[in-house]
């Protein structure tokens, strides 16, 4: 039989305002799992089953037990900052687009250029990357053809597969 769990998740709550929420299934995914991991602890289960049934670790488990405890349901709502602010305001990005279609056989590099000298902004090579696909662009650059190039380079990889078969 699993050891039953010490924290009194009904601290702060009843057993029935869980059980309505859990009903109401119009909540955020990751707030709908604390709730059913409460709801494991409620019916005996201990803190690494419910991890193992959830796919968390126990740690989470005991913090939200412990949350639930001290605050109610409440303790159990996601808080999401939502981040650092972007640099590039959706003002700039709209005028970087621009630029980018003014703009012709412009390599990754000269796309950080012109964050840096029209915009003031300095960001790394690979965060331009980011920045240009999510503007709808790809970051290929053409690429110069060799002079001395054979036209039909399939012709000469037969030719050197037939050579060594």
Not at 4 to 26: G, T, Y
Not at 63 to 71: G, N, P, Q
Not at 135 to 158: C, H, I, Q, T
Request: charged share 35%; hydrophobic share 35%.
């Amino acid at each position: 039989m699993p050891k039953k769990s010490k924290i009194n998740i009904f601290n702060k709550m009843e057993p029935e305002e869980l059980h309505d929420k859990i009903k109401e299934c119009n909540v955020s995914p990751r707030y709908y799992q604390r709730l059913i991991a409460m709801r494991l602890i409620e019916e005996d289960f201990n803190h690494n089953d419910v991890a193992n049934i959830l796919g968390v670790s126990y740690r989470s488990i005991n913090r939200w037990a412990h949350l639930c405890e001290e605050e109610g349901l409440e303790g159990l709502e996601p808080d999401f900052s939502g981040g650092k602010k972007s640099k590039l305001t959706p003002e700039m990005r709209v005028a970087f687009q621009k630029r980018l279609r003014e703009s012709k056989n412009l390599t990754m590099t000269g796309a950080k250029k012109i964050l840096e000298d029209d915009f003031g902004i300095k960001f790394s090579l690979g965060y331009v990357g980011e920045i240009v696909r999510s503007l709808g662009f790809n970051y290929g650059s053409p690429r110069p053809k060799y002079r001395e190039a054979d036209e039909n380079p399939e012709d000469v990889l037969k030719k050197i597969l037939i050579w060594q078969g």
